[in-house]
Antibody, heavy 119, light 109 residues
Framework: EVQLVESGGGLVQPGGSLRLSCAAS????????MNWVRQAPGKGLEWVSY????????YYADSVKGRFTISRDNAKNSLYLQMNSLRAEDTAVYYC????????????WGQGTMVTVSS | DIQMTQSPSSLSASVGDRVTITCRAS??????LNWYQQKPGKAPKLLIY???SLQSGVPSRFSGSGSGTDFTLTISSLQPEDFATYYC???????????FGPGTKVDIK
């Protein structure tokens, strides 16, 4: 079964750090571009970051640029999001999502992991 | 930056109704438009990609159309399991922005 499973969410104080992980299974992870997408409580979807299949190309939303770092380990079938200098407005469910070409649609999503930034 | 809008923001409909949701881009995005369904507490699910292509496993009552700036998602005969929030997303920008629309909530009349 094709599956993505996120972990690493939790409660963190403003200014703190957190590292999210996304474990992939059921497909050749190294062949796919990946993303992080977040959803604040009661709000819509916001794209956060993109990484190419090899990890050589990376993009971020302006709202997280300079604070978040996306990475992947194709040998471990895993995607990561290192989040530093966290703010209250980063509070959200974070999803990892696979891209399918050429439409660049997000065809497989994880179940999400909740990040709460609060003192 | 490309902005996405959706209308209506919410609608009430009955089982069996034909439902149409509109998505508009602030500039031409060709056919780089995708539609997702999200139910409460669940991850989004891809319904339509490239404006009109039905994702594998998605019922044929869902269809998409449009190109350029104006797009529609149509549910030909609403089923109980279709009550959800629907989002459009553009995948045209380079570098990518993958902007989502604000969503349209479909609930029971």
């Amino acid at each position: 079964e094709v599956q993505l499973v996120e972990s690493g969410g939790g409660l963190v104080q403003p200014g703190g750090s957190l590292r999210l992980s996304c474990a992939a299974s059921g497909f050749t992870f190294s062949s796919y571009e990946m993303n992080w997408v977040r959803q604040a409580p009661g709000k819509g979807l916001e794209w956060v970051s993109y990484i190419s299949s090899s990890g050589s190309t990376i993009y971020y939303a302006d709202s997280v640029k300079g604070r978040f770092t996306i990475s992947r380990d194709n040998a471990k079938n895993s995607l990561y999001l290192q989040m530093n200098s966290l703010r209250a407005e980063d509070t959200a469910v974070y999803y990892c999502a696979r891209i399918i070409a050429p439409a660049d649609a997000f065809d497989i999503w994880g179940q999400g992991t909740m990040v709460t930034v609060s003192s | 930056d490309i902005q996405m809008t959706q209308s209506p923001s919410s609608l009430s409909a009955s089982v069996g109704d034909r439902v149409t949701i509109t998505c508009r881009a602030s500039q031409s995005i060709s056919s780089y438009l995708n539609w997702y369904q999200q139910k409460p507490g669940k991850a989004p699910k891809l319904l339509i990609y490239a404006a009109s292509s039905l994702q594998s496993g998605v019922p044929s009552r869902f269809s998409g159309s449009g190109s350029g700036t104006d797009f529609t998602l149509t549910i030909s005969s609403l089923q109980p399991e279709d009550f959800a929030t629907y989002y459009c997303q553009q995948s045209y920008s380079t570098p990518p922005e993958f902007t989502f629309g604000p969503g349209t909530k479909v609930d029971i009349k």
